[in-house]
DNA sequence: ACCTGAACACCGTTCAAGT
DNA sequence: ACCTGAACACCGTTCAAGT
């Protein structure tokens, strides 16, 4: 049973990881377990991933922040060239709508990815990506921020509570949902509550 | 070497397995370690936490979110008995302090033991602690932003996105500090960002 | 370059046994 | 009741070997 390439990827070997905790969570992926939904041998993931499980899980943390899937996360980790989101800067760019429909935009997508990959949540919580997603976030909110009335720090600070609200958020929702309770929440509502926070945040930034 | 009662206890091992992970990360805490640490044989640890590593991860959880060390985490983790915060109660009630003043409070105490214990941060996004704690903390937000003129339904999610910005703040700045980066900022920076944002919050949320 | 297979040190947990 | 010690199935990772 001697079959050599079997045409891994970073990406493939990235989505498949994404599956398996999708089904059994965090605690159920394995290098092995890996391996055999890749029909390969565990170690051959350490050929696309020299450092081993760490570096798949910052990875992985970097898909799931990353704003837009682009697939930037499938390539270097510190993306150095910034070419392959511009639609996304040209989109932002091009939307005429006041600044706090931008971002409200934004936050939405932002947390219902983090939502798709709630699995995945825990390990955002010790790795900062630092995708070339992350700067075009962050041309955004300055954008927006500064025509809201903002200036100087404030500036990053409002992104910064933003930023923190928002995954918070899913924090919360994900803590607190899925457990048999007396009074369990339907997604219906937890968006709701999430626009609520988010509308309030919003109006008091500024 | 047959040493028996060694003095172990569900206090005692939590306190330690804390210890462990301060040192060498969430990653570093295992059954083993924590039997050495304890001088005890890892298996000794089911005697207190019969459902293993899992049980014990649901303790550590209750311990870091509970927003005050009442110890009650040590004990079960559904505590149906709520005599032993009163004293918590007494206070928050004898708290004359305006209402934002009173949940700045708050906030900052439930920030501070977050970051204190931050490398458990990762266990707190899936699992929500049914603590005596939480009820006080409840009874604490509904009284103040009732007298900030919230009713019904607003109160809930007003204590929910004071909630969500709360850990969302840390997890951000746990994401975000620690990287050897050219704009790390210091603990005093991240402090002000908090009640920048925490300050926008409230006010928007009246 | 890309993957295999054996090996090593470690892990969580069960279970019978000791006191 | 409280702890030990051996055992089992699993894990991440290294390293030499195959193509």
Known sequence: ??????????????????????????????????GDALEVEAMAIYHHFPLGKEQLFNSIAAYVASPSPTGAAFHDEVGQDGEEQTEVEEQAVADERPWDQRLTTWAEAYRE????????????????????????????????????????????????????YCIGSVVHQVRHSGHDDEDALDAREWAARFRFGLRSLLRGLV
């Open 1 to 34: 049973m001697s079959r050599n390439n079997a045409g891994l990827s970073r990406e493939r070997i990235l989505i498949e990881a994404l599956h398996i905790i999708a089904g059994r969570g965090l605690g159920g992926l394995s290098m092995r377990r890996l």
């Open 113 to 164: 990815r983090l939502l798709t990959y709630s699995g995945a949540l825990s390990l955002l919580a010790h790795r900062a990506p630092r995708t070339p997603n992350s700067a075009t976030t962050w041309a955004l909110m300055r954008h927006a921020f500064d025509e809201a009335g903002l200036a100087g720090e404030d500036i990053e600070r409002a992104a910064d509570a933003l930023h923190s």
